[in-house]
């Protein structure tokens, strides 16, 4: 599928949810570090905690695009790249939210 207009909307749509939910993710290992919790409890816990919101918002999300990917109607050729990127982009985010970002965050902060 070529890279369109829309593709890049669905693109920038997707950084401003991924950051958001990264950026939420980060400042609540910093809130339970700063209680005094070592830096493996704080990520352990935060992770545990933010779990379910992370999957809710990414598959919610999701789900609610999969009729543009899918549509066949009139727009269908503007909708579909949109909902692609967004839907993929989604799915990935989320699995790096909930593996990397508390991996790095473990590695980077100092106890």
Request: overall charge negative.
């Amino acid at each position: 599928m070529p890279f369109s207009i829309s593709a890049a909307v669905g693109f920038i749509a997707l950084s401003g949810v991924a950051v958001l939910d990264g950026l939420v993710m980060l400042s609540y290992f910093n809130e339970l570090h700063e209680e005094g919790k070592s830096v493996r409890d704080a990520v352990i816990e935060g992770s545990l905690t933010r779990l379910r919101p992370v999957l809710m918002t990414a598959l919610v999300a999701s789900f609610g695009f999969v009729p543009m990917a899918l549509a066949t109607g009139a727009g269908a050729e503007v909708q579909k790249p949109l909902a692609i990127v967004v839907i993929g982009g989604l799915l990935s985010s989320m699995f790096l939210k909930l593996i990397l970002l508390p991996v790095l965050y473990s590695w980077l902060e100092k106890e």
